[in-house]
């Protein structure tokens, strides 16, 4: 069956752009996870939504981060007013629950802010 | 804080060797237990987790993990590596106060020597 899907898988774009970053979850999953993962390092949690809300957003960074699931499925993380600093790759996961349940994750999208 | 600590940032193992890769956590309760891989372009993979129960764990591809509460630790095993086993693996933490938010350690990269 089919994974996890992010698109795009790449992504260059210049400081102060705004960009838009998709997540497609496993079919019937209710659980929709994004993570940041900078060079050399492990993946950061960012938000998590348990079906179209929000339940978890304490790792966004700041307000220039915001993520939407408006009929519970697919996600749309989008970032304004990128900054270098924003470069990283981009993970989505979905799980069947919240919780504890196994989380399978995406490919990523890797941003490159210039 | 809630944390997870890889102690090594690299290893290098001989192929048919035996692999152990550390992982101590931070918490003041039982924690959810996670060791994921990942390899070049691809996604993070599970390999096993501790919820409760049995404190030694078998995984896929050959991985066990023994959770030791008293050392809060939750170290990787696997008897015979092989060369395909090269990647970089990320212990994680999931908790109970926050269902649905695992904290990742920064990775440790398995290098395999011919």
């Known amino acids: 069956g089919a994974g996890v899907s992010q698109t795009p898988s790449n992504k260059v774009t210049e400081k102060g752009k705004y960009v838009e970053l998709r997540c497609d979850p496993i079919?019937?999953?209710?659980?929709l996870y994004w993570y940041r993962q900078s060079l050399g390092q492990g993946p950061e949690f960012l938000i998590y939504?348990?079906?179209?809300?929000?339940?978890?957003d304490s790792g966004l960074p700041n307000d220039r981060f915001f993520a939407v699931r408006p009929e519970g499925s697919v996600s749309t993380l989008k970032i304004q007013r990128t900054e270098r600093g924003d470069s990283a790759v981009y993970l989505c996961?979905?799980?069947?629950?919240?919780?504890?349940?196994?989380?399978?994750f995406g490919p990523g999208t890797r941003l490159t802010v210039l | 804080a809630q944390s997870v600590t890889q102690p090594d940032i690299h290893i290098t193992v001989s192929e048919g060797a035996s692999l152990e890769l550390r992982c101590n956590y931070s918490?003041?309760?039982?924690?959810?237990l996670f060791w994921y891989v990942q390899s070049p372009g691809q996604g993070l993979q599970l390999l096993l987790k501790?919820?409760?129960?049995?404190?030694l764990v078998q995984g896929i591809k050959g991985f066990e993990a023994e959770f030791k509460r008293s050392q809060s630790s939750f170290n990787l095993r696997k008897p015979s590596v092989h060369w395909s086993d090269a990647a970089e693996y990320f212990c994680?933490?999931?908790?109970?106060?926050?269902?649905?938010?695992?904290?990742f350690g920064s990775g440790t990269r398995l290098s395999i020597r011919p």
């Open positions: 994680a933490v999931g908790f109970y106060s926050s269902a649905s938010k695992i904290i």
């Open positions: 996961a979905s799980s069947l629950y919240q919780g504890s349940d196994e989380q399978f």
């Open positions: 501790y919820f409760s129960g049995d404190t």
């Open positions: 918490y003041g309760a039982t924690p959810y």
């Open positions: 939504f348990q079906g179209t809300g929000a339940a978890d």
């Open positions: 079919s019937g999953h209710t659980a």
